[in-house]
């Protein structure tokens, strides 16, 4: 005899309406959990649940909209965040960033932001993005939303306003606007010494002051600059050479006013004497100082020839340039010389404003140096067919014209051809040379291209003296090698370590940064991270000639650096392994050709990568 079972089988259709009910009762749960969070709320704050534990994968990255706002949702281990879903910088999507170890990195720039506080850690950019406090609660995710930050873009961070008791003074010099000038006793108040005065010179002179202010620091701030507009963002110049000035700034006036930091304009540093810690302006003001942060910058170099000095021979450095020779280059010939970056954007910039557009590069290709015969082989076709006329392995031998210029001798070395080129307008771009004239016979220790010796805490060789920015050589943080970064996001990285170190009294913070660069040509975006001078090997993944690439530079066995072309977060997630300590080697990409290069599926992690 046999006994009948107690239930019958479900078949496959059963089951599949079973998990329909559940899903169905799911969703019911979930819309009365979130018509109760709401329940729970003021004018401008409210909680909500956004989701359950274990809905989000370890590293995920989830883009979620509350009150039309986009924001991301991002699970570390059993930690949840939620911030703005756009980098402060210039907009980009940070859902295609790299997170790690509570940062997210922007995919096109490098910038980073702490998931907690929403604030900006690695540059470029100055202001943060929002963030909201989340908690898990018996497994639901639960975000506490301030209404006055859904939808921004941005937010200012926190800082301290002076205090009048404290008498400290740090003086700063670098960029501002002349909207608010020192007090007429300023000028004996510096006479006699303060009880502590800090001078800070130079490009990363705004993120040092907010530095300052953000850590509390309640003296006084006052920044002195040699140029007469305010800190403005400098890379989009030769991007866009006939933008409107206003629309460079990084701050208004407003803003420094609002936080007592006072600006002293066309005030050049022409002398520092470190024995009797004195700085003295252009202008006869001698400041006396306790600490010095220098970070005068560079200059653009010079042609040393004949017809240098003719008009409309031009340096790119400041709006006004900028505009200029959009304006005076309109229609005209126009003969670039060298071949940085600062040079290709300039020609993509002019390529169909100008009659013509020639560069002269000394060697064969743009950045075979820096990225390799093969992509640079590249951009030398893409001006080319853009009607760019590339003149290269030449040297220019003199610039021909009575008072203006009007033609360019050039000279190929390899063929040893000598040609004269038309030119209405000459554009200069050979690199730069460091502002450090006044530190001349004063002790602090320059190398032999005469820019400034510093350590990884930004310190010189003389006591209480620190300096940053283009005028700087530092080691690096991976290999100690010393390097020299004159890129916008490492001056920023490094004034923000200077001022850090300033203000300490015991812990310094070293700098870690991972060099990080960008351009556009034409359009497209080359994006570099890491740091190698002299590569022996190029490891080349993608289609070069489509503009869609991944190339991987190596010393010996090491990837020292990165670039990409239409590969947005790959660099990102290369300076987040650089900063871990994680170093991909030559065995990571003969193992797998697609390393750090992600499917459109899978979510840019390098907390994946490290385990």
């Not at 920044?223 to 030769?238: H, M, N, V």
């Not at 409309?312 to 280059?329: F, K, M, Q, S, W």
């Not at 690199?431 to 820019?451: A, M, S």
Request: with cysteine; glycine share 6%.
């Amino acid at each position: 005899m046999g006994s009948a079972p107690s239930k019958a089988l479900r078949g496959p259709q059963d089951m599949a309406e079973i998990e329909e009910r559940r899903m169905e009762a799911k969703q019911i749960s979930r819309r009365l959990d979130e018509a109760y969070m709401r329940m729970r709320k003021t004018d401008d704050t409210f909680e909500l649940l956004v989701c359950h534990h274990g809905d989000l994968k370890h590293g995920e990255i989830r883009e979620l909209t509350i009150e039309n706002a986009k924001l991301l949702l991002i699970r570390d281990a059993d930690q949840y965040f939620i911030v703005g879903n756009k980098c402060s910088h210039y907009n980009a999507p940070l859902r295609k960033g790299s997170y790690f170890n509570g940062r997210l990195r922007c995919p096109w720039h490098g910038a980073c932001f702490n998931l907690v506080t929403g604030e900006i850690e690695e540059y470029p950019g100055i202001d943060g993005v929002p963030a909201f406090p989340v908690k898990v609660v018996k497994g639901s995710v639960i975000v506490e939303v301030d209404r006055r930050l859904l939808g921004k873009a941005k937010v200012i961070p926190a800082m301290s306003k002076a205090d009048k008791s404290n008498e400290t003074i740090f003086v700063i010099v670098g960029g501002g606007k002349a909207f608010y000038m020192f007090p007429p006793t300023f000028t004996l108040q510096l006479r006699a010494r303060p009880k502590q005065l800090t001078c800070i010179l130079g490009p990363a002179a705004l993120v040092a002051a907010e530095t300052l202010r953000r850590k509390n620091f309640s003296g006084r701030i006052v920044i002195f600059a040699k140029e007469q507009i305010p800190t403005y963002d400098r890379p989009k110049l030769s991007k866009t050479l006939d933008v409107d000035q206003e629309l460079l700034l990084l701050r208004d006036a407003s803003h420094f006013k609002k936080y007592d930091i006072e600006l002293m304009l066309d005030q050049e540093i022409v002398n520092i004497d470190t024995s009797d810690r004195t700085v003295t302006a252009k202008t006869k003001l001698m400041l006396r100082y306790d600490k010095l942060l220098i970070c005068t910058g560079a200059s653009p170099k010079k042609l040393d020839m004949q017809g240098r000095d003719l008009k409309d021979v031009c340096l790119l450095r400041t709006p006004d340039e900028a505009n200029y020779i959009a304006a005076a280059g309109k229609d005209k010939n126009i003969v670039i010389v060298g071949a940085s970056f600062l040079a290709l954007e300039v020609a993509a910039f002019m390529g169909y404003k100008a009659k013509s557009v020639a560069i002269v590069c000394r060697r064969n290709y743009p950045f075979e140096n820096l990225l390799g015969r093969h992509i640079g082989k590249l951009l030398r076709q893409m001006l080319r067919d853009r009607g760019v006329t590339f003149y290269e392995a030449s040297n220019v031998e003199m610039l021909e014209g009575s008072d203006k210029v009007q033609s360019v001798r050039i000279r190929n070395y390899k063929k040893n051809e000598v040609i004269n080129v038309p030119a209405d307008l000459v554009l200069v771009a050979i690199g730069t040379v460091p502002n450090t004239k006044c530190l001349l016979n004063c002790g602090i220790e320059l190398d032999e291209e005469g820019f400034i010796n510093v350590d990884q805490f930004m310190r010189t060789n003389v006591e209480r003296v620190f300096a940053a920015g283009d005028v700087a050589t530092f080691p690096l943080s991976d290999s100690g090698l010393r390097a020299k970064v004159q890129h916008w996001s490492m001056a920023h990285s490094q004034g923000r370590i200077a001022a850090l170190n300033m203000m300490s009294s015991g812990h310094l913070e070293p700098l870690r940064s991972v060099p990080y660069f960008w351009t556009t040509i034409f359009g497209k975006s080359i994006r570099y991270a890491g740091y190698c001078d002299n590569f022996d090997d190029v490891m080349i993944s993608g289609d070069i000639q489509n503009g869609r690439w991944v190339a991987f530079y190596l010393k010996k066995d090491d990837v020292k650096a990165v670039a990409t072309m239409n590969y947005d977060g790959v660099t990102s997630q290369f300076a987040d392994l650089q900063m871990a300590g994680k170093f991909t080697t030559r065995a990571d990409l003969l193992r797998n050709p697609n390393y750090l290069i992600p499917n459109r599926q899978m979510t840019r992690n390098a907390a994946a990568l490290l385990g």
